[in-house]
C-alpha cells in the first residue's frame, strides 16, 4: 500500500480559494490513478475529482470549473485547487491512490484534512 498525506485544509469564506496537496510514498507515483473525494457530516463519501495516470482528468458535476485537479509526478504530489467555494463544499477531504495490475487492485487513502466554508 501507498501512505498518503493531505494538507492544505483550513477555514474559509465563501468565494474563497484553497489548495490541497496530496503527497504519496510511492517510487511508482507515476503509475497510479489519483482522486480527490470528500464526505460531508452525515453523508456518503463522493468523488470529486481524478486524475489518470496519463494525466487526464474527470470531475462532479458539483465542482465543474471551479476545482481543478493536478498532479507532478517528480514530487510524487497530486493537487486540487478550490476556488469560488461554497458552503456545500464543506467536507473533509481525502486523497486516494489506485492501481489495477491484471485482477489485483491496489487502493490506499490517506487521513483526510477538513475544509469549512462559512458563509
Known amino acids: 500500500q501507498v501512505q498518503l498525506v493531505e494538507s492544505g485544509g483550513g477555514l474559509v469564506q465563501a468565494g474563497g480559494s484553497l489548495r490541497l496537496s496530496c503527497v504519496a510514498s510511492?517510487?511508482?507515483?507515476?503509475?497510479?490513478?489519483m482522486a480527490w473525494y470528500r464526505q460531508a457530516p452525515g453523508k456518503q463519501r463522493e468523488l470529486v475529482a481524478v486524475?489518470?495516470?496519463?494525466?487526464?482528468?474527470n470531475y462532479a458535476d458539483s465542482v465543474k470549473g471551479r476545482f481543478t485537479i493536478s498532479r507532478v509526478n517528480a514530487k510524487n504530489t497530486v493537487y486540487l485547487q478550490m476556488n469560488s467555494l461554497k458552503a456545500e463544499d464543506t467536507a473533509v477531504y481525502y486523497c486516494?491512490?489506485?492501481?489495477?495490475?491484471?485482477?489485483?487492485?491496489?487502493?490506499?487513502w490517506g487521513q483526510g484534512t477538513q475544509v469549512t466554508v462559512s458563509s
Open positions: 486516494n491512490a489506485k492501481r489495477v495490475v491484471l485482477t489485483t487492485v491496489d487502493l490506499s
Open positions: 510511492t517510487s511508482i507515483f507515476s503509475l497510479y490513478a
Open positions: 486524475i489518470s495516470s496519463t494525466g487526464n482528468t
